[in-house]
Structure formats: C-alpha cells, structure tokens
C-alpha cells in the first residue's frame, strides 16, 4: 500500500517532532500547513517527511525536520520580528520562518535554487518572504537590523558582519563545525546584549554545512 504525503506529514509531527520535545501548538500547525514536498525536486518528494537529511543539490542540504524545529523553537517570536535566512536552499525553511515573523529576507547564492524557492513561496502565497542573490558570509546590510538570524547547517566561523547586522538582543542560530575531527555536531544560539555576543549550545546533531564560510576567520570556536 502506498502511504499518502498527508499521512507522512501527519506521521512527521507525531513521531517526529512530539517526541523530540516540539509542543508549540502554533509551530506544529506551521508545519502541518507547508507542503514539503513542493520544495524538492520529482525523485525526492517520496521521501519529504523522513527522519533525516535531505541533499537538495550536490553539497546543499535540507535539514532533518527535528532539527529545523528545535533550532526554531530555542528562541522567542513576534509578528514584528525581521529575519535573515543565510543559505536560503530550496525554500522550506524560509516558508516556515515567514509564518512567525514580518519579513524574511533569504540569501542564497545558487542561483537555480533561488528561483525555483522564490516561485514556490509565491505559488503558495507567502508575500513577506524573498530569497535575494547575495554572499552567505556578508548578511544583507539593506534591510538590517535583523531580530533573528537563522543559517540552517553548519559553518566553521560566524564573520563579524553577520553579529554586526543584529538588532539589539537579537539572536543568531547555527550549527557549528568542529574543526578538530571535521563533524558538524552542534547547534548554538548566539545572543546580542548591548553589543556583547555571548553563546551556548541548544542540542547535538548532525548538521551538514553551509558553503560560503570556509575562510572566515573573524570569529572562531
């Protein structure tokens, strides 16, 4: 028997995302309203909602839906919010990040994943997100301040532009590279008070990295 996208979807939140400690009602909404499978190409809609990693290109890569969530629901929201996306991908992440916040400004360099995100946020109706062309390790400057900053994957370093684009107490989410063993097996929030950047560790996980900050070498871990 051939189980249903909508079944798949259903068995994500409940088997997925519940158990791993997501409960925010409005969150487990977000992703019960997104399509999935709209964002990935023919031969990977069968596997939308599956517990892992999903390579959307050669090196570019969908987080697990796990942990997507917990990376958003480690920080505060409001409707007022303004994000920036760096390495926006195909456009799921973005799609979800719209529901909770005023604007979302995406940057993806990749310029096929880039259009064929922006032409599915506009098919489904998301009118307060756009994924523009630019460097992942310089931010969007135009449109800053940003109360969040969300990089979904991994980098070896955070450039002080990027910190420098964050409002006061905002926050910046990212899984980090381990240099020493070359493993991508943390997630950190960093947080903006009176211009300080304190950090910590949300969770462990396997977050393959973002291209675009390997020679960085602002800020180190």
Known sequence: MVVSLEIMKKN?????LKPSGINDDKLLQIFDSIPKELFLDDEKKSISYHDGNIE?????????NVTIAKMIDSVNFSK?????????????????????????????SDIALREKANKIITQIG???????N??????HLKSAPYDKIFIFGSVSCVPDCLFD??????KLLCGVKNSSD???GKAFVFSKNRSIIN????????IPEVPGFEKQENFEF
């Open 12 to 16: 994500m939140i409940n088997n997925q």
């Open 56 to 64: 959307v290109k050669k090196g570019r890569w969908l987080l697990s």
């Open 80 to 108: 007022d919010d303004v994000i920036l996306e760096i390495g926006a991908g195909c456009g799921y992440t973005t799609a979800i990040l719209e529901s909770l916040a005023s604007i979302v400004v995406g940057i993806e």
């Open 126 to 132: 998301l009118d307060s997100a756009i994924i523009i």
């Open 134 to 139: 630019g460097d992942h390790n310089k931010g």
């Open 165 to 170: 684009q964050l409002a006061e107490n905002g």
């Open 182 to 184: 070359n493993s991508y």
């Open 199 to 206: 950090s910590s560790v949300i969770f462990e996980g396997n």
